[in-house]
């Protein structure tokens, strides 16, 4: 990967759907290795909800609220593929958001993640993901109630990899 570039990837599914297994949306980015892991804090969470409500607001939606569940179970991902290098919907135990929502206790009956890796700060992986089509389609999910973010640093010490997970319960 150039310095300075970014990778994203966006998916939707229903809770027990097959999305995430693998394909364009799955890269090596970085070695594997031992991934710095950090936990969202409720700022962070509120910003990133922040701009998604922008986004929503845009499109005549209702705003979504952050969620400190959803944000520990994007940060767990976020670590997990910081350690593994690779950028990809498919956790090391799970197929999907969908599934790693579930096993955390949040009930989903529609979940959507954006996932981007790179040198970035949370300010500029949100200018991202908003500036981009496929990404702003999983924002302006009319049913989307709940949020969180996450985000760890891979084993070159300067790659984050960064985890939005949108969803609402059953």
């Not at 179970?73 to 999907?96: F, K, Q």
Request: charged fraction near 20%; include cysteine.
């Amino acid at each position: 990967m150039a310095l300075g570039s970014v990778l994203l990837a966006g998916c939707a599914q229903a809770p027990d759907s097959a999305a995430g297994k693998g394909g364009s949306d799955d890269v090596q980015v970085t070695d594997a290795g031992r991934a710095t892991c950090l936990a969202t804090t409720p700022d962070q969470n509120r910003q990133g909800v922040a701009a998604t409500n922008l986004v929503r607001r845009g499109a005549g939606l209702a705003p979504m609220r952050a969620d400190p569940l959803l944000a520990r179970v994007a940060a767990d991902h976020a670590c997990d593929m910081a350690g593994r290098g690779r950028m990809t919907h498919r956790g090391s135990l799970t197929d999907g958001p969908g599934p790693r929502v579930k096993a955390a206790g949040y009930a989903p009956s529609v979940t959507a993640e954006n996932i981007a890796a790179g040198p970035f700060s949370l300010n500029r992986v949100l200018a991202e993901w908003n500036g981009s089509a496929s990404h702003r389609a999983n924002m302006v999910i009319p049913r989307l109630r709940d949020y969180g973010i996450g985000q760890a640093i891979g084993p070159d010490g300067r790659t984050r990899f960064w985890a939005a997970i949108y969803a609402v319960p059953r």
